[in-house]
């Protein structure tokens, strides 16, 4: 129903198609993305740019009211050169998804009779999502510094969101974002009381680099927090493995138990791979949230080092901010 800005600019849909189930979408329009906080972070995007590669929706709103409106969401997406398409009935795409699992799709846009045999064999030979390589695109190149006096929590973009870097500020420590392939001893000169492993796109395989330097932060005892692909890789980092899910966790409404307090949790989710429950046993780590849907695992926890990791977006943007707490815990193992 609301938060395709966020979603759209999410770097987690780089190299998707986003479907979105609610029937009207556009209907508050896109806010101007100049707006910044005092940190000079945007307010109401998670990236530069919009991060998906295509939406589709049943009706698009053409006219858009909002208190803090620039342009329409058609108007935002031609901007961006990003194609869309409406007059889709996406609950019965969201039913075939369920049934059948993720899939490759083209989106084709065209003022002639489109050759569907010839879209067919374009997509059979294209690229597969799982092989594709996110970093590059989806990954800062160079340091970037939110803050200044304080504390430093260093945040490895593996495809981050905005949210992440303002709820670090939110509990009293300067951000630093540095590239998905720092090395530690690089992370380590920043003199970091925290590490923050983001969130992103793909196959937590595809980032060896990211999953070596975790196993130092481990080692090293250093507080370290990991979200959605940032979890995957501090689980295989601690000898757990990941796989595929076969249609994902996409929304914001998805249950979640914390099994410390027996306590439900409503989460923001957006993610294609998890860590296997059954290779937790040889681990080291110790289940800390589950899945109240399927029982996939959404949350563990070091059985001896300051490391913590959880599958959802405690961030949400967009979603529930039912689970922020966990950057305090962050925080308190910073400053234990």
């Given amino acids: 129903m609301v938060g395709y800005t966020e979603a759209l600019t999410d770097p987690s849909y780089k190299g ?9 979408v556009g209907n508050y329009g896109v806010p101007d ?5 005092e940190d000079s972070i945007p307010k109401y995007f998670e990236a530069d740019k919009i991060q998906a590669r295509g939406l589709v929706v049943h009706e698009l709103s053409h006219t858009a009211s909002h208190w803090n409106l620039s342009m329409t969401l058609d108007e935002w997406m031609y901007n961006e050169k990003i194609p869309g398409i409406a007059g889709i009935d996406t609950r019965s795409v969201t039913k075939k998804l369920r ?10 846009v065209s003022d002639e009779e489109i050759d569907v045999e010839k879209v067919k064999k374009e997509l059979s030979e294209a690229t597969n999502y799982n092989s594709e390589q996110f970093m590059d695109s989806v990954s800062t190149k160079e340091e970037k510094i939110y803050g200044s006096d304080e504390p430093t929590v260093v945040v490895i973009d593996t495809g981050a969101k905005f949210a992440i870097l303002r709820n670090v500020r939110d509990i009293g420590y300067k951000a630093v974002l540095v590239p998905w392939d720092t090395s530690y001893e690089k992370i380590m000169s920043y003199n970091p ?12 395989q595809n980032c060896p680099a990211t999953i070596e330097t975790t196993k130092k932060l481990i080692e090293n005892d250093i507080p370290t927090l990991g979200i959605c692909l940032g979890a995957q890789i501090i689980g295989i980092a601690g000898k757990t493995e990941t796989y595929k899910l076969k249609y994902g966790h996409r929304g914001q409404n998805k249950p979640c138990v914390n099994l410390e307090n027996n306590q439900v949790y409503v989460t923001s989710q957006n993610h294609g791979y998890g860590i296997k429950p059954e290779s937790l046993e040889k681990s080291d780590f110790n289940l800390w949230f589950t899945n109240a849907d399927d029982k996939t695992v959404e949350g563990i926890k070091h059985k001896s080092k300051k490391c913590i990791a959880v ?26």
């Fill in 311 to 336: 599958q959802f977006h405690p961030e949400a943007a967009p979603g529930p901010y039912d689970c922020k707490f966990v950057f305090e815990e962050l925080k308190q193992l910073m400053e234990k």
């Fill in 16 to 24: 998707q198609i986003l479907t979105l189930t609610y029937p009207l």
């Fill in 193 to 204: 009381k925290g590490i923050v492993l983001s969130s992103g796109p793909g196959d937590p």
């Fill in 99 to 108: 049934s059948s699992g993720v899939m490759m799709a083209a989106l084709v």
């Fill in 33 to 37: 993305p100049k707006i910044v906080d």
